[in-house]
């Protein structure tokens, strides 16, 4: 009995490490800040998500967005394929999996790529909140998909 006891508890821990070691990064509204936070790492790329309001159209609220920053921890140019999913309360923006919503960009050596409120590039950030609209959807959480380092 006892013998079979840990190869049920081997098992479980396999599935629970193969888990991380596979699952896509998950972050809720709670946990993007003003700070970067970690979303994902994938073969030296760590992927980090931040909030920010940027004021891009004179004499309106500011938008509320979520810029991604991809860092390459190695001394290799990679490769690096993703899409973003938002999951809002009224629905989700790229859970079609549609080939043409997929992002891919070089990342050169020990360096970083990001968006910002100057840098609005295809990729690199997310429309969270729209205070100019009287019916915005709300944000909820935001995954990566299919996220390969080459």
Do not use: H
Request: proline fraction near 3%.
């Amino acid at each position: 009995m006892t013998q079979f006891k840990s190869i049920q508890l081997l098992v479980a821990s396999l599935f629970f490490v193969s888990g991380f070691g596979w699952s896509q990064g998950n972050l809720t509204d709670k946990q993007i800040s003003s700070e970067w936070s970690l979303l994902d790492v994938r073969s030296g790329v760590e992927v980090y998500v931040q909030r920010q309001n940027c004021q891009l159209i004179p004499n309106q609220l500011p938008l509320e967005l979520l810029f991604i920053k991809l860092v390459n921890t190695t001394d290799k140019q990679v490769t690096v394929s993703y899409g973003i999913q938002t999951l809002y309360t009224e629905g989700c923006v790229g859970c079609d999996e549609n080939p043409e919503g997929m992002i891919k960009t070089q990342v050169a050596p020990a360096s970083d790529l990001a968006g910002n409120c100057e840098n609005l590039s295809k990729g690199f950030y997310v429309l969270l909140n729209n205070p100019n609209l009287k019916k915005g959807w709300t944000f909820q959480s935001i995954q990566l998909n299919k996220l390969t380092v080459n």
